[in-house]
């Protein structure tokens, strides 16, 4: 098992800097930030494009966390499940709709507003063109922007998938893996 130790012992002042902006809104250095602390300009910003798309990006909590969710659930990582099932339970996303992705049921049976984030969430992860159609119907409810955000959404949380499974961040004591 790929482990890194932890960095927080051995900060530079450059690096207590990054560590002290990102811990600003997220709370701690936890997950996949723990091993992007070994890199502190690469965790810098990785760490801003997460923060303007969880914080400051014009999509709905609900459809960004259900698409974190399905990019989550697309590789199987439970860390990045744990942390955003709680989220998106936070930011009003129905526990049924949760369990439907978790279960890996069917997301074109979802209300409308999710199964077409869905779809684009999709297509993104699967590296396809979102067909003209379903861009259309996006762009008509998110516009242009909430589209655009919601395909690099899907793209980052893969990236930050990749950085949890490369150094086996573990869950959380005592949360149980959720498939």
Not at 7 to 23: C, G, H, N, Q, S
């Amino acid at each position: 098992m790929a482990r890194l130790p932890d960095p927080l012992d051995t900060l530079t002042p450059e690096a207590k800097r990054v560590y002290d902006k990102i811990t600003a809104k997220r709370g701690a250095v936890r997950g996949p930030f723990a091993s992007l602390m070994h890199h502190p300009a690469l965790a810098e910003r990785v760490g801003d494009l997460g923060e303007f798309l969880r914080f400051s990006s014009s999509l709905p909590g609900d459809i960004r966390e259900l698409a974190i969710l399905i990019t989550a659930r697309s590789v199987n990582q439970s860390y990045e499940w744990v942390a955003h099932a709680k989220i998106a339970l936070k930011e009003g996303l129905d526990p049924q709709v949760i369990e439907r992705v978790r279960t890996r049921g069917d997301l074109a049976a979802l209300p409308a507003r999710y199964a077409k984030a869905a779809r684009v969430v999709r297509h993104v992860l699967a590296f396809e063109s979102i067909p003209a159609d379903l861009q259309a119907e996006v762009e008509r409810e998110l516009g242009i922007t909430g589209l655009m955000e919601l395909v690099v959404l899907a793209g980052s949380y893969r990236l930050i998938a990749g950085v949890l499974f490369a150094f086996d961040t573990p869950l959380p004591p005592g949360e149980p893996a959720p498939f």
